[in-house]
C-alpha cells in the first residue's frame, strides 16, 4: 500500500480516540513550545548584550583597572602601582598611532536639585572626546568643549529624562543645577536616545567636565577611573589594543599585564555572549528534557494502543496487510502526533515569546533555525517513540493476534 | 470435472504447549475443485479451525504440503501468502471480526486498502457492489455495533468477496446467529456459489451442512468421513416456509 493510504488510515485511527490523541500531543506540545520559548528569551538576551555593546560606538577600547588585583588595595601612591591615571588618557591619545579619541571616564551618582525640583542620577566625568567616542550630540544649546575640562568649568550636558524632571516644560539653557550641591550650568540637551533593549533609559544621565567631577565631586582619594578610546579602523584595533597596554605597562612600572583590562568591543561582545549561549543552552536543555518526555508519553500511548488493538491489527494482517504496511501504519500514528503537536507547540512558543517579550520588556526573538529544531526533533521523536511500539504490531503472530481476547 | 483448486497431502499441524504437543492435525489429505461447495463437519476440539487456518494461509501446516492453485503455498515467502490472503482467498470468520468504531463501508473496503494502483472512486465502486451482492449496501455508514448479528456477518461476507477471491472459507459463519438469520446467511453462500464461488464452510450442524454439496468430518485431526449431498436443501425455500416473524426493522 502507498504512504498516503497507510497516512489515511492512521489519521483515521487518531481520529477515533480524539482525546487521547490529544493528551499525547500535549506533551510534544509543550516540550516544543518551551524549547522555542527558551531560545527566543536565549536570542533575545544575546540580542541585548549585543546591542548595548554596539551602542558603546565604533571601534572602541575599554580600559580599566583590575581591582582583583591586590595592588590595587594597598596602593595609592601616585605613578606608581595599577591605577589609572588621568596623565595615562593623555599619553594613549597623544602617544599611540591610530587612536582616534582617548577619554577619561568617571561615573559617580548624585542628587540633582533646580528650584524645588530634585531627581538622583549618574553623573559622568569625561573629556570631551567622549561625545565622539559615543556619537552623542545636543538636541538644545551645545556639548561642552576641551577647554571646559582645561578649565574645570562648572558645565554640564544633561539627557532628556533629567531635563524634564528637572525643568517640566521651562528652557533648561544657561541654568545652574545643584549636583550635590555643586553648582554646574546647564549648556546643553543631549538628543534622546531612549530606552536601550534592556529597558534602561540612557538619557537619565549627566555629563560634565572630568576635571570638575574630580575636583569638586569625588576628591583626592578617588581611584575608580576608566578610559575609553576609540581607534581609527577595526583593522587596527588589535595592534592599538596591545600597544596600549605596553604604553600602561611602561608607566606603571612593575604591573603586569593582568593588572590592566584592555578590551575592544568584540572581547565584551565575545565574553559576553559566550555568557548568554551557555544560558542559551542550558535553557533549551531544560525545555529538551519536556520534549523528551512528551517522547515517552507517545510510546507509552502507542503501546497502550497496539495492545488494545491486537485483534485489530490481526483482522488488518488477515485481510492483505503485511508486516511492512502495519509497521508504517503505527510509526506514521506517532509520527502524526509529534508532528502536529509540534506545530502546534510552534504556535505556543511564538505566544509564550511574545507575552514575555511584552511583559518582560525582553526583546524575545524566534529564529527560524528554532523552528527547524524543533520540528525536526518532534519528528524524530516521532519515529524514535513510535518504532518500538510499531514493530511490535508488525511482528505479532496472526492467529495469536486474531484469538487474542 | 472441473479443475483442481486445493490439494493438501498428509497435512500436519502441532502445537507446542509447553511441555505438551498438541497433534490438531495429523495428516489431512484433500482435494477441491473449482466450484464446490463444501461443508466441513466434526466435534469441537477436532482440528477444523486448525486447517481452515491453513487453507486460508492465515498459518504455517507443521508438515505436509499445500497446493492453492498450483502453487505450492509452504515454499513462498510471507510477502506472496500476504498478497494470495489478499487476493484469492475470502475469509468469513464465526465472530464477525469487524473493525469497531469503523463503518460497514470502510470494512468492506479494507482489502482493497492493501491492493496497490486502486483509487478511492474504484475502491468505493467495487465496495458497493459487494455489499450489494448480500443486500447489505443500505447500511454503508452504520458502525459495526449499529447492526444486528446477521447484518455483520453480511458486511464480513461483502468484505471478504469484495476482493473477488477464487474461494471462500468461512469458521462457524453461523454459530453465533438464531435460526432465521442462519438460513439467511446460508442463502448468500448458497447465491454465491451459484455464482461460481468455490467455498469451504465449518459448521457443527447437520442442518446447515446440508444445504453443501458434500460433506467432510473431522475426528481427531484426520478426515473421517467424506459424503456427496446429491440434493443439497435451498435455504431460500427453507426461508419462505419459517413462520413469520416481526419483520427486521
Ligand atoms: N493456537 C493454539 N495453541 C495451542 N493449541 C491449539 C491452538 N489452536 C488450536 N489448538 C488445539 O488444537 C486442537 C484443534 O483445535 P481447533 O482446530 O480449533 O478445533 P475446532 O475448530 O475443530 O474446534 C484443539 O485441541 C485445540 O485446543
Ligand atoms: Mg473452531
Not at chain 1, 66 to 89: I, K, M, W
Not at chain 2, 23 to 49: N, Q
Request: proline share 2%; glycine share 8%; net charge neutral.
Amino acid at each position: 500500500m502507498n504512504i498516503f493510504g497507510i497516512l489515511r488510515i492512521a489519521i483515521k485511527s487518531l481520529g477515533r480516540n480524539k482525546t487521547r490523541t490529544f493528551l499525547t500531543m500535549l506533551g510534544i506540545m509543550i516540550g516544543v513550545a518551551a524549547v522555542i520559548a527558551m531560545l527566543a528569551i536565549g536570542q533575545g538576551a544575546k540580542k541585548i548584550v549585543d546591542d548595548q555593546i554596539n551602542s558603546m560606538g565604533t571601534n572602541v577600547i575599554i580600559i580599566s583597572s583590575n581591582f582583583s588585583s591586590q595592588r590595587s588595595t594597598v596602593q595609592s601612591a601616585a605613578g606608581s602601582g595599577n591605577l589609572l591615571e588621568v596623565e595615562d588618557t593623555e599619553a594613549i591619545r597623544d602617544r599611540i598611532d591610530g587612536v582616534l579619541y582617548a577619554s577619561t571616564v568617571f561615573t559617580t551618582f548624585g542628587q540633582l536639585k533646580f528650584e524645588g525640583n530634585n531627581w538622583r542620577t549618574g553623573v559622568m566625568g569625561v573629556d570631551a572626546d567622549y561625545f565622539n567616542i559615543r556619537d552623542m550630540q545636543a538636541e538644545q544649546g551645545h556639548l561642552f568643549y576641551p577647554s571646559d575640562v582645561e578649565n574645570s568649568t562648572k558645565v554640564c550636558v544633561i539627557g532628556k529624562t533629567v531635563a524634564d524632571n528637572l525643568f517640566g516644560e521651562a528652557d533648561p539653557l544657561e541654568k545652574i543645577i545643584r549636583i550635590r550641591n555643586v553648582p554646574f550650568k546647564v549648556v546643553g540637551v543631549l538628543k534622546a536616545k531612549g530606552q536601550n533593549s534592556m529597558g534602561q533609559d540612557q538619557d537619565d544621565t549627566v555629563i560634565a567636565p572630568y576635571s570638575t567631577v574630580y575636583a569638586r565631586l569625588l576628591g583626592q582619594r578617588w581611584r575608580n577611573m576608566m578610559i575609553m578610546v576609540s581607534a581609527e579602523s577595526k583593522e587596527r584595533i588589535h595592534i592599538v589594543q596591545q600597544d596600549i597596554l605596553d604604553l600602561l605597562q611602561s608607566r606603571h612600572r612593575g604591573t603586569t599585564s593582568e593588572e590592566f583590562y584592555v578590551r575592544t568591543q568584540t572581547d565584551l561582545a565575545e565574553a559576553a555572549s559566550s555568557v548568554s549561549d551557555t544560558m542559551t543552552i542550558l535553557l533549551a536543555s531544560i525545555a529538551g528534557i519536556s520534549l523528551l518526555v512528551g517522547g515517552i508519553g507517545i510510546m507509552n500511548i502507542m503501546l497502550v494502543s497496539v495492545t488494545e488493538r491486537i485483534k485489530e491489527i490481526g483482522i488488518r494482517m488477515a485481510v492483505g496487510a503485511n508486516k511492512k504496511d502495519v509497521l508504517l501504519q503505527f510509526i506514521i500514528e506517532a509520527v502524526t502526533i509529534s508532528i502536529f503537536g509540534g506545530l502546534i507547540g510552534i504556535g505556543l512558543g511564538f505566544l509564550a515569546s511574545g507575552i514575555v517579550g511584552k511583559y518582560m520588556n525582553w526583546a524575545v526573538e524566534v529564529t527560524p533555525w528554532s523552528v527547524m529544531l524543533s520540528v525536526g526533533f518532534s519528528c524524530a521523536i516521532g519515529i524514535f517513540f513510535g518504532w518500538y511500539p510499531a514493530s511490535k504490531a508488525a511482528n505479532l503472530n496472526l492467529i495469536d493476534a486474531l484469538r487474542y481476547e | 470435472m472441473p479443475e483442481l483448486l486445493i490439494k493438501t497431502q498428509h497435512l500436519t499441524k502441532t502445537y507446542q504447549m509447553g511441555e505438551v504437543k498438541v497433534h490438531a492435525l495429523r495428516g489431512v489429505d484433500l482435494e477441491i475443485h473449482k466450484g464446490e461447495f463444501i461443508a466441513i463437519m466434526g466435534a469441537s476440539g477436532s482440528g477444523k479451525t486448525t486447517f481452515m487456518n491453513l487453507l486460508g494461509c492465515l498459518d504455517h501446516p507443521s508438515g505436509g504440503t499445500y497446493w492453492l492453485d498450483g502453487t505450492d503455498v509452504h515454499a513462498i515467502s510471507d510477502t506472496e501468502l500476504t498478497r494470495i490472503r489478499n487476493q484469492k482467498i475470502g475469509y468469513v470468520f464465526q465472530s464477525f471480526y469487524l473493525l469497531p468504531r469503523t463503518t460497514a463501508m470502510e470494512n468492506v473496503e479494507l482489502p482493497l486498502l492493501y491492493r496497490n494502483k486502486l483509487n478511492h472512486h474504484q475502491r468505493h465502486e467495487l465496495a458497493i457492489s459487494a455489499m450489494r451482492k448480500v443486500s447489505i449496501e443500505d447500511r454503508m455508514h452504520h458502525f459495526p455495533n449499529q447492526l444486528s448479528g446477521g447484518q455483520q456477518q453480511r458486511v464480513a461476507i461483502a468484505r471478504a468477496i469484495v476482493n473477488e477471491p477464487v474461494f471462500l472459507l468461512a469458521d462457524e459463519p453461523t454459530g453465533n446467529l438464531d435460526t432465521r438469520t442462519s438460513l439467511e446467511v446460508m442463502a448468500v453462500f448458497q447465491q454465491l456459489h451459484k455464482e461460481g464461488k468455490t467455498i469451504v464452510l465449518v459448521t457443527h450442524e447437520q442442518d446447515i451442512a446440508s444445504y453443501a454439496q458434500r460433506n467432510i468430518t473431522f475426528r481427531d485431526g484426520k478426515i473421517v468421513a467424506d459424503t456427496t449431498n446429491p440434493n443439497p436443501k435451498d435455504a431460500l425455500s427453507d426461508l419462505a416456509r419459517l413462520p413469520k416473524l416481526d419483520e427486521e426493522e
